[in-house]
């Protein structure tokens, strides 16, 4: 049942997290107003709930942080049931508050409550819902139905919004399905072109156009940006400053640049214990040297220039696969990630060429595909602004930072003015089972943005 903010504001203060983090640090303090917030703030925690249920294998509600199973996350990917049954939750939610829904031809959703100035640029507002494989039911539902509650309180409050309220969900920015992270918000700025996205197949081969069509969201309508004049995001840290610091509001002022190469290694499947060592052509073990290769670079890149270089080979799948078989074909999935580009591009550069140095000296073939890469982006100043305003008057502590994950943010930043505000994620832990933000810090992101989107709505 719901609890009062009274309650949720104790069960903060009271929870040490167990051993589950490996440090125990209090949540960023509750700033909830007897009175004020017990049933906005149960509204939204139901919604989160609500919507952690769909791709968590078996449904189960898990609304406090000891009821999380370190096994069992949320799977979303686009164009999973899963996704779909969320899509249709959050957009039963935008009806009922009011909003006026539109599905765009890449599956993005959008919810418009116009504004007493219907000609003036919008405020748009945000997130995804897909997930990742196994992750949180935090990452992107919280930017999708704190936008949804926001639009509730300014309902409630009888407030009326000079430029219009966008509320959008994106697709597909975690990249678990298609091959490629913001594919939405790529779309939708004008990176890529819309034939191209929906050509896109998943690891089942269905094209995005399919997956579309299946979960009933493929729309046709084209959104154009130029009607909007702001965008602001929130959502979890999925880092750990906040949660250190102990302070509950973090403004972005840079997103990080993403940088995926895929690269499949071609050696020679063949009977372990037959094939002599020195016969070999092992896909795996030229695999292993990219591993390494990509851990020992990205450090070396932090050692020399103080950057914030970070190197992942978070995708290996072999084949076959099976014990007493040589591999013979590895694919590899390999994240890079930097504030600043120049220091992107060059990890990115220098892994390729170890990867196809993999030829000579193992005697494999090597295929390496780039999917787009997305630039690091500086977020607008205005907007950050405005939302140190908003958490000053709303009497939330706040702090600037950069954001060392992706998102939407910082492809809808090249075209439209835009801000995030970031709450605590619990031990920094993000896109795993273990991810939670405690309710008093969900309810402080909401009463931010609600309070950055009156200011942005009467700018
Ligand atoms: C998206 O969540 C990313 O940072 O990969
Ligand atoms: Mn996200
Ligand atoms: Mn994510």
């Known amino acids: ?42 509204r939204l925690k139901e919604d989160i709930v609500a919507s952690g249920l769909f791709g968590r294998e078996p449904e189960r509600r898990v609304d406090a942080f000891d009821t999380l199973d370190p096994e069992k996350g949320v799977t979303r990917p ?12 959050a957009v039963e939610k935008m009806k009922e508050a009011g909003l006026e829904v539109r599905v765009d031809a890449v599956g993005n959703i959008f919810g418009r409550k116009s504004g007493s100035r219907p000609e003036e640029g919008a405020v748009m507002c945000g997130s995804h819902l897909d997930s990742v494989i196994n992750g949180g039911q935090f990452d992107g539902a919280l930017g999708v139905f704190s936008a949804i509650e926001a639009v509730r309180r300014l309902n409630d409050e009888g407030y009326e919004n000079r430029r219009p309220i966008e509320v959008a969900v994106f697709t597909g920015e975690e990249g678990s399905a298609f091959g490629m992270t913001l594919l939405g918000s790529t779309v939708l700025v004008g990176r890529m072109g819309l034939e191209e996205a929906l ?8 094209t995005l156009r399919e997956a579309l069509e299946y979960m009933g969201y493929a729309g046709d309508f ?22 250190k610091k102990n302070v509950p509001i973090g403004i972005v002022e840079n997103i990080s640049g993403i940088a995926w190469v895929y690269a499949t290694i071609k050696g020679e499947g063949n009977h372990a214990g037959t094939t002599p060592m020195k016969m070999r052509r092992d896909a795996l073990v030229a695999a292993a040297d990219i ?35 040589v591999p013979g074909r590895v694919e590899l999935g390999i994240d890079i990630r930097d504030v600043v580009s120049r220091n992107m591009e060059s990890l990115k550069r220098e892994v390729s060429e170890a990867l196809q140095s993999l ?36 009497g939330i502590r706040a702090m600037k ?40 810090d969900i309810e402080n992101g909401a009463r931010v943005l609600t309070q950055t989107l009156k200011n942005l709505t009467q700018n």
């Open 291 to 325: 591993i390494k290769f990509v851990e020992k670079h990205a450090n070396e890149m932090v050692d020399r220039l103080g950057s914030a270089t970070v190197g992942t080979v978070g995708k290996l799948n072999v084949y076959p696969n099976g014990t007493n078989i």
């Open 78 to 89: 686009t164009g999973s049931e899963a996704n779909r049954k969320v899509r249709t939750y």
């Open 199 to 206: 050509a896109r197949r998943d690891s089942e081969g269905r």
């Open 222 to 243: 084209v959104m154009d940006l130029g009607s909007v004049e702001y965008f602001v995001e929130l959502h979890i840290e999925q880092g750990p400053v906040l949660f």
């Open 359 to 394: 030829e000579k000296k193992y005697g494999v073939g090597v295929d390496i595909v780039l999917p787009p890469t997305h630039s690091p982006e500086p977020l607008a100043p205005e907007v950050i602004d405005v939302i140190e305003k908003s958490a000053a008057e709303a």
């Open 401 to 440: 930072m950069n954001s060392g994950a992706g998102h939407d943010s910082q492809n809808i930043a090249t075209r439209v003015k835009t801000g995030m505000i970031f709450v605590p994620s619990v031990g920094g832990i993000s896109h795993a089972p273990m991810e939670w933000t405690e309710w008093a």
């Open 1 to 42: 049942m719901a609890e009062s903010c009274d309650a949720l504001g104790k069960s903060v203060a009271g929870n040490g997290y167990g051993g589950h983090v490996g440090f125990q640090v209090q949540a960023a303090e509750a700033t909830f107003q007897h009175g004020e917030c017990a049933n906005m703030g149960d």
